[in-house]
């Protein structure tokens, strides 16, 4: 069912995207993909809603694409919002645009998108769970902070690219009561942090799996 919010969201291409956000590369890193979210950029202000819708459609949706229950366009192959624990039940629509409503004029960060690859040869539903658990246990569990995951399979568009799950975390910590501080793990020097971790649990997700 459509939303009149919904009907208002723009689309960005990928491309105009890839202009909103900072893409952190750091030697060595090349696993994981890292970038950064900033309230703005190039003289132009910057909205979690703008880019994680885009990312919910990385292909221009036509007027009868599938919705997310709130109302937003979807041409991903599949997503999942992953709430911080502890933090109220809240409908993907309404906490973006929560969230947007609350930036505050001394935030330095809005969100960060943590891009994890998957190989040729692995079932897409198997990368999504496993970027899906590495998000509730680190990110929602271990920091406090609401991701919403999104597969891509480029395949999808004609493309040879591999298919890979983007992380689009809040940057906040979300409480029960609401939004706090910016955490400092998200920030331009924590590229190889990030690598790390996610490449061990992928090691012990695969021992997981394998023994089930």
């Known amino acids: 069912m459509k939303t009149k919010n919904a ?45 994680f819708g885009s990312k919910l459609a990385p292909f221009k949706p036509e007027a009868d694409a599938p919705r997310t229950p ?40 809005l969100a960060a998108i943590l891009t994890i690859k998957g190989e040729y040869d692995m079932p897409s539903h198997d990368l999504l769970d496993m970027a899906s ?10 920091r406090r902070l609401s991701t919403m995951a999104v597969l891509h399979v480029p395949g999808d568009g004609l493309s040879t690219a591999r298919q890979h799950v983007h992380l689009c975390v ?18 331009d020097t924590a590229h190889q942090l990030w690598a790390d971790e996610i ?3 992928r090691t012990g997700w695969s021992r997981i799996t394998a023994a089930a």
């Open 199 to 201: 490449s061990a649990f």
């Open 70 to 109: 709130c109302g937003l366009p979807v041409t991903a192959r599949d997503h999942r919002l992953i709430l911080a624990q502890g933090a109220p039940d809240t409908p993907l629509w309404r906490l973006l645009e929560d969230y947007d409503s609350n930036v505050r004029p001394h935030q330095r960060l």
């Open 170 to 187: 809040l940057a906040r910590q979300h409480l029960p009561s609401g939004w706090a501080g910016e955490h400092p793990d998200l920030v």
């Open 7 to 51: 009907a208002v969201v723009p689309w960005h291409s990928p491309a105009e995207v890839m202009d909103m956000i900072y893409d952190v590369r750091e030697p060595g890193c090349e696993s994981v993909g890292y970038a950064l979210l900033r309230p703005r950029s190039r003289q132009s202000v910057n909205h979690v809603m703008a880019v």
């Open 133 to 142: 658990a590495y998000a509730a246990v680190h990110l929602a569990g271990g």
